[in-house]
Every structure is written in structure tokens, then in C-alpha cells.
């Protein structure tokens, strides 16, 4: 692909919903932490791998482990959609605290539960908007509006979020299976065409040649089962805009792949 830098190697880290940037250093990219989930009152009882905190020491772990500094928090940290709510305040500062005072250096895309994340950040936060961030040929973004035109152009690899991407398994939980699992999706887009590049068209086609969509960070968070289901109405913009532009595969958080993802024009499965 003429003019566009070769981005470097972008590798899940294995049994993690962690995406691992071979830069040097490099960079963790997680997306939807949903601070939050779960609780709309102070006091409502949460697993401690879903609060605030028990997501941090989560990140931190992986960090450490992966000898990395730097983190891209890719949209949809806090769960409340409106502003952030009296009861939050303290735990999603905390969290961030929490990851600065390990030594990484914390990044943020806004998502669409983000409004009022900006203002209840901790000194040293830097913070992106919802159309994303362009770094050595990746793109980065939450995945819930068209991200830059600027990204579009710019970028030979897209990374992701929102979807909460998942996979329905064949052994019901009764028989011992785990039911619905989170997974990641891989999407190699083709070039464009003649006819493509000449339409008129509000945004520009992409130019990536693939597509990385994460895994939800939180475990709580609910799960599309990609492989029995259409995407919900909110998740179908970036189905029909991005994934469907290409052929999609499916991985396990272990790295297992579980086969190619099929979808109709309007998004819906089986139609292809």
C-alpha cells in the first residue's frame, strides 16, 4: 500500500482481552473497562474483578507481565452513559490512581459512555476524542461514530472496540461448556475499487487492509454471540461500515480460532 507506513506487529496477549503494540516500548490497548458495571447505588454488591479497583490490579498484572508502560484505554471506561455520577467518582479516580502509580502512562479514546470522563480524570491523562487516534500507521477507536477522516486515510491497520465481540459454543453449560465466550474479531478488508473510490461519499473508505476488533475488558459485560445473532442496532454501524467490507474470523481470548464470521448486506447473519 503506496504512502502508508507498515504498522507494527499488533499481538493479543495470550488468555487476555489485552492487545499488545510492539512498538518500543510497547503499548497495552484494552477497550471497555465499564467502570461501574453492575452497580447503580453505593452499596450494591459487586465481584471484585469488576470494580474499579479489581480492574486496575487486572491491567497492572498484565502490564507488568508483558514489560509495558504504556496504556490506550480505547472508550467506554466508565459504565453510566450520562454524566459521572456522585457514587462513581471515588472508584473511577481510584482507578486511574491506581494505574499511574504503578508507572504506566495512561491514554484514553472517549467512548459512548464516556460524557464527563474528562472532568473527573486525574493530572496526567491524556485524553483523545471519539475520532480516534493515528500512531505509526494505526488507528485507534472506540468504534461507535466514524472515526477521522484523517485515520481513514492514514491508517493500514484499524484496532477497535464497542462491539463486545462473543462466541456462542456448541456444549450448553448444563453439559460442562462455558456457554457464550468473549473473542476477538479479525478482519482482512480487500482494496478498494475504481468504482468504490469514485462514489461520493460523506467519509472517505478506509485504506486499512485489516481490522482488529477487542474483546470487552470487563467480564461482566454482556456479549454479542457473532456466530448465532445479527449485532444489536447499536453495534450494526460498525458491522455494516467496517466488517462486512472484508472476511471476518473469530479467536478465542486463548488464542483458539473458532472459524469465519458471515453476515448478510443489512448485517444479519446467514445472507452473505
Not at 462513581?88 to 508507572?103: C, D, I, S
Not at 464516556?114 to 480524570?121: I, K, Q, V
Not at 472496540?161 to 456457554?179: D, N, V, W
Not at 469514485?198 to 473508505?205: D, T
Request: charged share 25%; proline share 10%; aromatic share 6%.
Amino acid at each position: 500500500m503506496v504512502g502508508l507506513p507498515v504498522p507494527p506487529p499488533l499481538r493479543p496477549v495470550p488468555g487476555e482481552p489485552v492487545l499488545r503494540v510492539q512498538e518500543d516500548p510497547p503499548v497495552l490497548v484494552a477497550a471497555d473497562i465499564h467502570v461501574g458495571l453492575g452497580s447503580w447505588e453505593p452499596r450494591a454488591p459487586r465481584p471484585y474483578v469488576a470494580t474499579g479497583e479489581g480492574l486496575a490490579e487486572r491491567l497492572v498484572t498484565v502490564a507488568r507481565r508483558e514489560r509495558a508502560h504504556r496504556l490506550l484505554l480505547l472508550g467506554d471506561v466508565k459504565d453510566p452513559i450520562g454524566r459521572v455520577p456522585w457514587w462513581l467518582r471515588a472508584e473511577l479516580e481510584g482507578f486511574f490512581l491506581q494505574l499511574t502509580g504503578a508507572g504506566l502512562d495512561v491514554e484514553v479514546v472517549l467512548g459512548n459512555h464516556d460524557a464527563g470522563l474528562e472532568d473527573r480524570l486525574p493530572s496526567g491523562i491524556r485524553v483523545r476524542g471519539a475520532e480516534g487516534l493515528l500512531r505509526r500507521g494505526v488507528g485507534y477507536f472506540h468504534g461507535h461514530a466514524w472515526p477521522s477522516d484523517r485515520l481513514l486515510r492514514g491508517a493500514r491497520a484499524l484496532v477497535m472496540g464497542h462491539l463486545h465481540p462473543g462466541y456462542r459454543l456448541a456444549l450448553p453449560r448444563e453439559a460442562g461448556g462455558s456457554g457464550k465466550e468473549r473473542c476477538w474479531v479479525r478482519t482482512l478488508l480487500p482494496p478498494n475499487s475504481r468504482t468504490e473510490l469514485a462514489r461520493p461519499r460523506r467519509h472517505p473508505l478506509p485504506r486499512a487492509r485489516e481490522v482488529l476488533v477487542l474483546p470487552a475488558f470487563n467480564p461482566l459485560c454482556a456479549n454479542e454471540a457473532l456466530n448465532r445473532f445479527a449485532p444489536a442496532r447499536g453495534h450494526r454501524f460498525m458491522v455494516r461500515r467496517f466488517l462486512l467490507r472484508g472476511r471476518s474470523r473469530a479467536f478465542l481470548l486463548d488464542g483458539t480460532d473458532v472459524g469465519e464470521l458471515t453476515w448478510g448486506p443489512s448485517g444479519r447473519r446467514g445472507e452473505r
